[in-house]
């Protein structure tokens, strides 16, 4: 079975960059749409980014587009989100996800598999 292990969240002040490892285990990420999900504190879940089985079609929230980078790395069975110019209302719970994927494009709909999630809080 599917296991997925988010790290690499942690405390950064406004401006500043983290990234996040999604690390699968049980089953390849290679034929798996891939997204990163985050639930901020009394607010409902949102899709962030998602990246298609092979790497060559990614997806952005509008709020994080040319600030976050998703990439994956199939060898490593670890699929990574690049934050960049955090910003305060970046804070939340991320989590990745598996995500249905349709003609080669990814859908921002988490499916099957889900990791326990990993805090990123941006303050000064």
């Known amino acids: 079975q599917l296991q997925l292990v988010e790290s690499g969240g942690g405390l950064v002040q406004p401006g500043g960059s983290l990234r996040l490892s999604c690390a699968a285990s049980?089953?390849?990420?290679?034929?798996?749409?891939i997204g990163w999900f985050r639930q901020a504190p009394g607010k409902e879940r949102e899709g962030v980014s998602c990246?298609?089985?092979?790497?060559?079609?990614?997806k952005y929230a509008d709020s994080v587009k040319d600030r976050f980078t998703i990439s994956r790395d199939n060898a490593k069975n670890t699929v990574y989100l690049q934050m960049n110019s955090l910003k305060p209302e970046d804070t939340a719970v991320y989590y990745c996800?598996?995500?249905?994927?349709?003609?080669?494009?990814?859908?921002?709909?988490?499916?099957?598999?889900w990791g326990q999630g990993t805090q990123v809080t941006v303050s000064s």
């Open positions: 996800a598996t995500v249905p994927t349709v003609q080669g494009l990814c859908i921002m709909r988490g499916s099957a598999y």
């Open positions: 049980g089953l390849t990420l290679a034929y798996v749409g």
């Open positions: 990246i298609s089985p092979n790497g060559a079609r990614t």
